[in-house]
T-cell receptor
Framework: AQKITQTQPGMFVQEKEAVTLDCTYD???????LFWYKQPSSGEMIFLIYQGSYDEQNATEGRYSLNFQKARKSANLVISASQLGDSAMYFCAMREGGSGGGNKLTFGTGTQLKVEL | DTAVSQTPKYLVTQMGNDKSIKCEQN?????MYWYKQDSKKFLKIMFSYNNKELIINETVPNRFSPKSPDKAHLNLHINSLELGDSAVYFCASRRTGQNTIYFGEGSWLTVV
């Protein structure tokens, strides 16, 4: 079974609108972390936001927020007021276990977001 | 200053050659990783080192040999390159106890 599922291969959004990128995960660990990364066409991987499994509040970083629904095992990324520069591939990822040494990220297949005028 | 830097950024080489990709981080992190991104953009862990010790090896062919001379460096050597090795290789690092993993800019390897 896939540990991270991103069901939207591609999304379009109008500039200044909000957009939600879906991510569901599967783990039996109690302690885990969820991440979103942005990969623009230039190729680098940019960290956006992190949510710990024990965090009670949804994480926010500027225009990015993570809609964490633990019972549903979902960790959707919400981008508010989309900008043309938000056009990129977005990856959801999970780290199983705590933040000790040796833990790896498992990535989803990504969602290609295109922001239109 | 780039936090996680990889060299070279682009590499085109022939099948059967041996090549290395170098990675250095100046963040004072103690854990470093190599990830491979294939042509479909799928990212998968290859190796992880913690304090120069190999702790993750994800069934990567033994043609791939990582080497960590110190905590700040993790190099990837690939022997007998094959067409299927063509990919983007990302180095990453983190500090034990902290959550964020920082990625380098990637090294585009093309085997012809």
């Amino acid at each position: 079974a896939q540990k991270i599922t991103q069901t939207q291969p591609g999304m379009f959004v109008q500039e200044k609108e909000a957009v939600t990128l879906d991510c569901t995960y599967d783990t039996s660990d109690q302690s885990y972390g969820l991440f979103w990364y942005k990969q623009p066409s230039s190729g680098e991987m940019i960290f956006l936001i992190y949510q710990g499994s024990y965090d009670e509040q949804n994480a926010t970083e500027g225009r990015y927020s993570l809609n964490f629904q633990k019972a549903r095992k979902s960790a959707n990324l919400v981008i508010s007021a989309s900008q043309l520069g938000d056009s990129a591939m977005y990856f959801c990822a999970m780290r199983e276990g705590g933040s000790g040494g040796g833990n790896k990220l498992t990535f989803g297949t990504g969602t290609q977001l295109k922001v239109e005028l | 200053d780039t936090a996680v830097s990889q060299t070279p950024k682009y590499l085109v080489t022939q099948m059967g050659n041996d090549k290395s990709i170098k990675c250095e981080q100046n963040l004072g992190h103690d854990t470093m990783y190599w990830y491979k991104q294939d042509s479909k953009k799928f990212l998968k862990i290859m190796f992880s080192y913690n304090n120069k010790e190999l702790i993750i090896n994800e069934t990567v062919p033994n043609r791939f040999s990582p080497k960590s001379p110190d905590k700040a460096h993790l190099n990837l050597h690939i022997n007998s390159l094959e067409l299927g090795d063509s990919a983007v290789y990302f180095c990453a690092s983190r500090r034990t106890g902290q959550n964020t993993i920082y990625f380098g800019e990637g090294s585009w390897l093309t085997v012809v």
